[in-house]
């Protein structure tokens, strides 16, 4: 960060709009505009006229909603917004002069990125759930709410209603974070909790979430991990105030794990979650070394992480000073999500009116360590021909790679059998190397399963 | 609140000292008075020292610890403290024109309350962990704070390590809260683990606490609860925006509890924790009505603070918006307790450089409702006599003071039973009428023994 002041000298402000005027002498009015008016943004409408005595109380500022864009003016909402308030013309809420705070809940990069850089460059601070923009565009967008000194929070991008991106920027500003793992989508929590707890097929239970609507129809950005990765990337610039894009994230999702899988992992004493893992893996010419991925893994069954299940969602920090520390609750939804964009907003607008705001600094480059290079525990699920040698057959290829054997379970399937090994901390190169020479085994049938395994 | 402005009028200021100079245009250095140096002032020196480069490159903060008050100056030390910075006059290091940025850790509320009254006066803001001086003294400190348009801080005070705090005051600033429920101390939490689990005594079980230095050789603040109510009284402050002290909880420890207790809680589904509870119970004259309580309950096992194990403190938090949310994490120790500090210092120091803070705002008055009116289900496990009537006559004393019975468990215990009845929702001061006349039965042998049990 060049300035630590965050303090704007009055003089020498060009593009910001003059502080929110006051109605009331110990009250600040502060103008609102919307940008998105669907589940998110109609609670927030509800949750800011419910709470509106609560605010005024306890922070001296009145949050007035003077403007919402959406995209047709005609379709029904959750909730009434006055004539005169609703509009289909987002760029003009941004630049309306009564709108002192613009909160985006548009979501995808365009126009969001636009009306976002523009808000901020007149100096208006920005409060948005927009995971996609910040993944991709977050260090253009952090860098502008710097140079203009306003807020751009972001809480309700990753983990909804759980306070999370505030911790990591502030409690744990400092703290010398190793890994942050989290269950940050909860479509795929819940697939893989009826898939757990009733045996459920991958099939069943996506159907089940989707009649739930906790899947959408074309479910692809939840159960491939597209909008896991996002977060992850979110996740890793904040906690390592380091530059990661959604595409530094390697990424896999869960459409292959079957209830086997999950019935294995169970017997060795773990569960399967789809995981966002964010650590500092060494540095690299003084940069930060990370490795940043999202795949399915197991997890010892005591681990906490493991406890949670259902659409929840959770991050795990593990920090040298700190410890291990959890923060659990509603990933998504409308409340729980306005409800974390309210508490940004409420942040934003007295900064807005205190004339400060809560600078990101610059933030530095990263080395990605690529998932090649990266060593874990593993469990290899394999169908064979049970007959004799295919064991030594089989260990032979691990050996040939160096992928030393922790344990190996088998089970017998008529005239076939089915071997489950944990190896012992191995990279993923070799043992990828070693799952495309077991392809190559003539006893071996169809593909293995490979999962990775996460301790303590 | 008064006045949301949180800039300081420049003129207006005549007791706050100017802002921290700046040695290097692109860097601020902010001189740190450090109060008390034992594990967690340790802690903070070493973090400090090891994260200087980070804070400084994310923050634009040189955070310089410039005098440090200690009891002794002759005690030997976990860190090494130039010479100069030491002293036994904590005094002299809050008037000190050197120290920025005031670290109160010696606990306790004298001279601490004098010693942090009189930083917030100079305009040196105050970061400090003494959760029995906020729990006693927190109306008139924080109301110190904002008239000198400091930030007095107090993350680490509550939950050690655990983001709460900022939480609670920032993200969840306006959400309609219902009920937080905490798991706040680890003593206590370690001894019911190690019953639960080992099935050992409470003596065995808080000698081992003792022997690991979990709990004090006196370890009455622990056991009977002071500890979890002082951190009570804190929550309900900042959760409900009102003035709760310490002396307004309703405090039961847990040295009654046996294994036995614990084995019926276990064979009914639930396991037993001491919670801090506080919750909005209602409205009296336009003021919150709170319940703030400290007693062994009977959670169900499948709540998200069950899986909470030995010293590990959480807190969960009901919120009508946000829904339910955990935060969990390392609830003691040094440095845990220091990453707090640190993030708190940090984001004081930043604030005093930009000349602004985060206001507390004026706390409402609560009306506390006592015990006794407090409605719950509750868990009575009797020992009777094994003759005929005895079920009768038990049943009689229930019904009598319509406390209505929701399951009842017999076991045989040689001429003696017990049995076990869990209750619909009932008020307190029926359930203790129940218990009171019960004694009085001549089938029922020693004290009948009463949890509170908490459903979801």
Redesign the interface.
Known sequence: ???????HDQAGESTATQPAKVKDP???RVGVGLLGCGNVGA?LVE?LA??RT??A?????ELDVVRVAVRSASRSRKVAIADGVLTTDAAAVVRDPSVDVVVELIGGIEPARELVTTALKLGKPVVTANKELLANYGAELYAAADTAGVDLLF?AAVGG???LI??LR???????IRRVMGIVNGTTNYILSRMTEEGTSYQDALASAQSLGYAERDPTADVEGFDAAAKAAIIATVAF?ARVLAGNVYREGISDIGPTNIAHAGRLGYVVKLLAIVEQVGRVEGKPELAVRVHPAMLPVDH?LA?VRDS?N?VFVE????????????GA?G??T???V???L??AA??R????WN?I??L?EAVIRPIDDLASEYCIDLEVLDRPGVLAAVAGVFGHHGVSIRSMEQEGLDDQARLVFITHRATERDVQATLTDLRELEAVRGAPALLRVINR
Request: proline fraction near 10%; glycine fraction near 20%; aromatic fraction near 4%.
């Open positions: 960060m060049k300035d630590p002041s965050g303090t110990s009250r600040a609670a949750l419910e709470q609560i605010i109380g306890r922070t001296g500022l809480e209603g759980i306070p505030r911790p502030a409690s744990l500003a400092a703290e010398p105030g906490p406890s929840f959770a920090g040298g000073a700190v410890g291990e520390l959890m923060l659990y609750g509603r939804g409340r729980p306005a409800s974390a309210l508490g940004d409420i942040d007295g900064n009116y205190r004339n400060t600078p600094g610059d530095g």
